[in-house]
Structure formats: structure tokens, C-alpha cells
């Protein structure tokens, strides 16, 4: 994961996002940083972390587009998913997974990166949005923005 990405998370978290919750990790395989590192340390009651490949920071291999299959509607408090989507095949499946898992009132932290960003295959680079798409796709999933920012990077 990039460093701004982490230093986001870790400014924009606080504990009482966190602190007692279920936290559930969409794409939590550990490439090179975890955001597991900031978000532990504000003391969740659980936290789950589930990618498609089994490696670090894998708790559950689980596909992102089972996500209500495996784990049923309105379950996690907290769903984080850093620098993943930009890696799915179709993401408007994997959206509406990660926002039904999350309990009524709960916090989806999500980032991904935007045009401009390099190529990095991991193992496919299928997506880069703009701060506008952002926010159109997440409104059309019924979510109410809290932050929208673009990467200081």
C-alpha cells in the first residue's frame, strides 16, 4: 500500500470509529504495508481480514463478490478496503458486497487510486476513478459521504 494511504487512514480513523466494533478488511493480503497496523490499535471488538489468495494478513480467503454469502447482511461494523478495487474485475459487483455487510449506521472506509497513478498488476490493474465517479457510485450505493478527497501524494 502506498504511505500516503496509510497516514490518511491513520489521520482520518480515530477510535471511536473503531474502538468495540467488528471491523471486517476487503483485500487485506499484506503486498507491502497493512492498514491492519493502524486500525488494531484502536481497539475493535474483531477484526477479519479476507482477500481472494490466502498470505499475510489473510485471516479468510474469501472472494470479494461472496462477501453476503459468507458472512451475511449487516455484519461488520467498520468495512475497510484499501488499494483493492482498482485490481477488480467489476467492481459494481464487489461495491454493493462491501455496503450489505455493513451494519445500518456503520463506516465504509474505502480508497483506490485515480487516473494518473501507475500500472501495478496485482494481479490485474483494471481501474482508476476520478473523485466525481467516486462519489456517483457511492451515492448510487445508498452511502453517505463523509470525506471524499483526492491523494496528496
Do not use: C
Amino acid at each position: 500500500m502506498h504511505e500516503s494511504v496509510l497516514k490518511w487512514v491513520g489521520e482520518t480513523l480515530v477510535s471511536a470509529d473503531v474502538a468495540g466494533r467488528s471491523v471486517l478488511e476487503v483485500g487485506s493480503y499484506d503486498v507491502n504495508g497493512s492498514i491492519r497496523t493502524v486500525v488494531v490499535p484502536l481497539g475493535p471488538a474483531s477484526y477479519v481480514g479476507v482477500d481472494q489468495s490466502a498470505g499475510p494478513g489473510v485471516d479468510q480467503v474469501v472472494s470479494a463478490v461472496d462477501l453476503v454469502a459468507e458472512f451475511g447482511a449487516g455484519s461488520f461494523d467498520v468495512v475497510i478496503s484499501t488499494e483493492m478495487l482498482e485490481h477488480v474485475e467489476l467492481p459494481l459487483d464487489v461495491i454493493p458486497e462491501m455496503v450489505e455487510v455493513l451494519a445500518p449506521g456503520g463506516l465504509l472506509v474505502l480508497t483506490t487510486r485515480s487516473p494518473g497513478f501507475p500500472y501495478h498488476p496485482y494481479p490485474v490493474d483494471t481501474w482508476r476513478y476520478t473523485l466525481d465517479g467516486m462519489g456517483q457510485i457511492l451515492v448510487a450505493a445508498s452511502l453517505v459521504v463523509r470525506e471524499l478527497v483526492s491523494d496528496p501524494q
